[in-house]
């Protein structure tokens, strides 16, 4: 101890320097270095001595204490970081880098200080900091972040750039809340504003444009790994794309981060959940499912779960928490126990890796709900006035009376010729010409009857069901009830009709009208339930006459072990026949009308209530509009998160070493403690985190998302590792205004618009993007904010914005994923389909990207060149490249010489006269800006190489004018098209066009 005690002293050497900070200094270093072997692991600690708690550092153990206050000799910690003796040195050869000289400076003065710890900065709840107060004579200070940056600058010795131009300006802006450059009339008409407010106007107005939600849809996707397949190995396609278009509204509408948060998250455990709220919890079913066949079902929806913890960590929460599936995170308190409370949160949902991706739901769409809702509300309308058509004249009802007695014998009983059904059954006919059932039996069985009519004008049908005392309750159906959920009636290739149809007897919900709205789903048709054993029919008016000897008729029947055993089918040519006549009401019309009873008269005045004329009339436009409502197919299907009912919840245990067949004890559901607790009183499902996530007292959440959106619009988060705010992430560069930036979002409403138009009407945005050598070295990627942001554009944008300029980009939005032109590869995925596909016809070939189908083995080649993901796992942030082949794909790929093609087009129909105006326009299109003197001089001398090329080559312009663009438009030079298409390819490519500047 004494030998240590003098080695200690011997190296101390005291430094001049302000006090010593935990969360800035020592941490970092713990972390790097110490955490591995001494954090909070507990599993893989060495010696029993844990660093990352005061506690465990100042714990004794054999007359030793790794730290001791205020006491540089007596903490061991000191001796093991400066000693040369490898028996002795930490961290130990091999295991890490020893601590510089100045890092063991900052020990020393910690330790003599107190060797005070401090939570995490990120754990701790954000306060609304005070703007420093600052004064600049060459800077606007325009909001709060413009005061926090320029008091760091100021601190720095640097000076911040001065504004940019507003050709690029309005560039930038446009690229960063849209994903699109401006049209040249956006630009000018910003430029010649020379109104105070004019920038807020224009931000106003990108941020209302619906190419807004299709833009920052894209990096959300990026979290919430969207893809239009299923992932592992066969790769097959799944139908999402519902989500994808949720998430596009939620962003147009700007509904609150808060919300958008708690629908993705817990949707259907909101209080009667709405169709949106359902689509958005898709989020959590973007999850792979492995449809390879022996694979294990309950293996791969343990690993959907957890996904789920992982990526609700990482996109709301900033943390890498995967590791704590194995074992105790070895840079954060988030022990092994506390990641499988969370798994236990979304352990109950009732998907399962099925390949029919259940729980699904059909998707209405909103279009097709607000013309349900026009719908229903016509029919309401209609209902109300047939109410009021339904009185009676005395003088009236006789007439119907007489002419209802008339009609009653017009019925033909149609013969049969030929009768086949679907499960095989035998059809037999009586003496009384009713047909019988017998034999075969299936789930569902369709009936065809052909038979001849002696009629020329069939105006309507009558099948009548009746009873059997061999079938079970009597019949009419073979097993008592029937269901024929569709009929339908022909001549030849003449098909009927129906616009009304009444019954003797309608079970509830299966009236007689189901049986013609054109749904023969098995929950759509007519029934008879609560009066079995007994004969009944059901009369279907034609909308026309049908003319023909030969009918076909066709009774579906798809509600299963439900088919009709014995009928009768008759047709008539008489309008009075199209009133279906119980037994009773006919008994009725044969007495004379002083001799009927007061409830006979009643049921004869009901009767023609609803088979008057006018009131007919009436009905038959309700069952029109019925017919319309049934139409209304769903857009899609989308799978979405339910969870199992409370009697079938799962128990969750600790899965050691994080294999799912291998299990610990039990857990309840639960949040780590370093984050506090979920709500009280509230059952600790999905919808109690979701809600947790975006509590005000959540230390984490409005931190990491305010700085996403920082580094989306400056290239670079304010924290660096956007995707890490634990120990092993990168401090704030501007810990305040993160703070500032987190508050004021919250306090906001979790207005995201808002959020982002105090981002860019900062002075900092809209700087000048020019860096000087100096800062190139001092502060390579911009950290401290010294300049504009100058980032390339992401792979969607590049190819969106090439369309765009080109007059290409199609404004279409939402729907079923596109397949724009992509290389034939001839490549299959491991025991699926090929990837390649065809193109899509039309305006989809020119969607954004955004809209392009999204296959996890085989990502869209190009804009994988540009650093795509393959979305198999939540990317919190696009890694940048630059790479020989990316230039390739923008000079050589089929789309952006298509695009160059059009730009070519563009140039020489808008552009001008001359040459040299049709090249200036092309240069606005591509740059947001006129060329200068020497760009605009290279512009023209390289279209008079170029056009002597072509000129001496009619066959090489031809194809480089028409290849795969389509024919030279009327009246066009082909040679002046080829040298233009060089042009626009050469402006395409630009590095001022491929970066945000």
Not at 378 to 390: G, N, Q, R, S
Request: some cysteine; proline content about 5%.
């Amino acid at each position: 101890m004494i030998l240590r005690s003098f080695f200690v002293l011997f190296l101390f050497l005291p430094a001049a320097r302000a006090k010593v900070s935990f969360n800035d200094d020592i941490r970092p270093l713990l972390s790097n270095s110490c955490y591995r072997c001494h954090g909070p692991d507990e599993e893989d600690r060495k010696g029993k001595l844990r660093l990352d708690t005061r506690e465990g550092a100042l714990h004794e153990r054999k007359g030793f204490a790794a730290i001791v206050p205020n006491n540089l000799e007596d903490s061991e910690l000191i001796f093991r970081i400066v000693t040369d003796d490898e028996d002795e040195a930490m961290p130990p050869p091999g295991k890490g880098d020893r601590f510089t000289k100045e890092q063991i400076e900052l020990f020393k003065q910690w330790i003599k200080e107190g060797a005070n710890y401090e939570v995490h900065w990120s754990y701790e709840k954000p306060v609304r900091p005070e703007v420093p107060v600052v004064a600049s004579p060459q800077w606007k200070v325009s909001n709060a972040i413009d005061a926090f940056i320029y008091d760091r600058l100021k601190k720095e010795g640097l000076t911040p750039s001065e504004g940019t131009d507003r050709y690029t300006l309005i560039r930038r802006v446009s690229l960063d809340l849209t994903g699109l450059p401006p049209t040249v009339e956006e630009v000018e008409a910003f430029v010649a504003d020379k109104r105070l407010d004019a920038y807020a106007r224009l931000v106003d107005r990108l941020l209302a444009k619906p190419a807004f939600g299709e833009h920052w849809t894209r990096g959300w996707l990026d979290l919430a790994r969207y893809a239009d397949s299923a992932g592992y190995a066969d790769d097959p396609e799944r139908t999402i794309w519902a989500y994808r278009d949720w998430v596009i509204r939620a962003f147009n509408a700007n509904m609150p981060f808060d919300q958008f948060t708690i629908e993705q998250i817990a949707g259907d455990l909101l209080e009667t959940p709405t169709e949106d709220q359902l689509i958005a919890t898709a989020f959590h079913r973007n999850t792979k499912t492995n449809n390879e066949g022996g694979t294990s079902d309950e293996e791969f929806r343990n690993a959907a779960v957890v996904d789920r913890v992982n990526t609700t960590m990482a996109t709301w929460m900033g943390t890498t928490a995967a590791c704590a599936q194995c074992h105790t995170h070895k840079y954060d308190p988030i022990t092994h126990e506390e990641y499988f409370q969370m798994f236990a949160i979304f352990n109950q949902s009732e998907d399962a890796d099925r390949r029919n991706e259940a729980p699904i739901i059909q998707v209405v769409g909103q279009e097709n709900a607000k013309h349900r809702a026009e719908l229903e509300a016509m029919i309401a309308a209609l209902e109300k006035e047939t109410l009021v058509l339904k009185n009676h004249d005395p003088d009236v009802l006789e007439k119907w009376e007489s002419d209802l007695k008339a009609s009653a014998g017009t019925w033909q009983v149609l013969e049969p010729t030929k009768m086949t059904a679907s499960s095989g059954a035998t059809f037999k006919m009586g003496s009384d010409s009713s047909i019988l059932m017998s034999g075969k039996t299936a789930a569902t069985d369709d009936y065809t009857i052909i038979a001849a009519s002696k009629l020329k004008n069939i105006t309507a049908l009558k099948i009548e069901a009746l009873a059997y005392d061999e079938f079970g309750s009597g019949g009419p159906g073979r097993t008592g009830n029937f269901v024929i959920n569709e009929i339908e009636l022909s001549a030849g290739k003449t098909k009927a009709s129906f616009s009304n149809a009444t019954s003797t007897y309608d079970q509830s919900s299966f009236e007689a009208f189901a049986a013609i709205d054109g749904n023969a789903g098995q929950d759509s048709g007519w029934a008879v339930g609560g009066a079995l054993g007994q004969d009944h029919h059901i009369v279907l008016e034609l909308d026309e006459p049908l003319a023909g000897s030969e009918l076909s008729l066709k009774l579906l029947q798809r509600y299963p072990n439900h088919a009709l055993g014995r009928f009768r089918i008759s047709v008539a040519d008489s309008a009075g026949a199209s009133v279906a006549l119980s037994a009773a009401i006919i008994d009725i019309l044969k007495k004379d009308s002083s001799k009927r009873s007061a409830a006979e008269k009643a049921s004869l005045t009901s009767l023609y209530a609803n088979s008057n004329s006018e009131a007919t009339a009436h009905i038959k436009k309700i069952n029109d509009l019925k017919k319309q409502l049934v139409a209304l197919k769903p857009l899609t299907s989308v799978p979405v998160m339910r969870d199992l009912p409370e009697a079938k919840h799962r128990k969750t245990h600790i899965q050691l070493r994080g294999s799912y067949l291998s299990l610990g004890e039990e857990v309840s559901a639960g949040i780590p403690k370093i984050f506090g607790d979920l709500t009280e009183g509230i059952d600790r499902d999905r919808l109690a985190m979701a809600k947790w996530l975006v509590r005000k007292d959540n230390p984490l959440t409005a931190r990491v998302v305010a700085n996403r959106f920082w580094e989306s619009l400056f290239g670079v988060g304010i924290v660096l590792t956007s995707e890490e705010f634990g120990s092993q992430g990168e401090r704030p560069s501007h810990p305040e205004l993160l703070d500032w930036l987190a508050i004021e979002f919250m306090e906001g409403e979790w207005d995201v618009k808002r959020f982002l138009k105090i981002l860019v009407m900062s002075s900092a945005y809209q700087q000048s993007s020019h860096v000087s050598d100096e800062m190139a070295a001092r502060d390579p990627d911009n950290r401290l904010v010294a300049r504009g942001p100058r980032i390339r554009l992401t792979a969607e944008m590049i190819r969106d914005q090439a369309l765009a300029v080109s007059g290409l980009l199609s404004s279409k939005m939402h729907g079923a994923p596109v397949r724009p032109p992509q290389p034939n590869l001839g490549l299959k995925a491991a025991f699926g389909g090929g990837t390649d596909w065809k193109t899509s016809a039309g305006e989809d070939k020119f969607r954004r990207g955004i809209y392009t189908s999204w296959r996890r083995s085989s990502p869209y080649p190009s804009m994988a060149t540009f650093g795509a993901p393959n979305r198999e796992v939540c990317t919190v942030r696009r890694g940048t490249t630059n790479t020989p082949l990316q230039a390739l794909v923008t000079l050589n790929d089929p789309v952006y010489i298509e695009a160059a093609q059009a730009l070519a087009r563009r140039m020489m129909g808008e552009g001008g006269a001359t040459t040299g105006e049709r090249l200036e326009y092309g240069f606005r299109l591509c740059l947001s800006r006129k060329p200068n003197r020497p760009e605009a001089a290279r512009l023209l001398a390289l279209f008079g190489e170029a056009h002597s090329t072509y000129a001496a080559d009619s066959e090489l312009a031809k194809q480089m004018a028409t290849i795969p663009i389509g024919p030279v438009p009327s009246g066009a030079d082909v040679v002046d098209l080829a040298t233009l298409t060089v042009i626009g390819n050469i402006m395409l490519n630009l590095d001022e066009v491929l970066m945000k500047r």
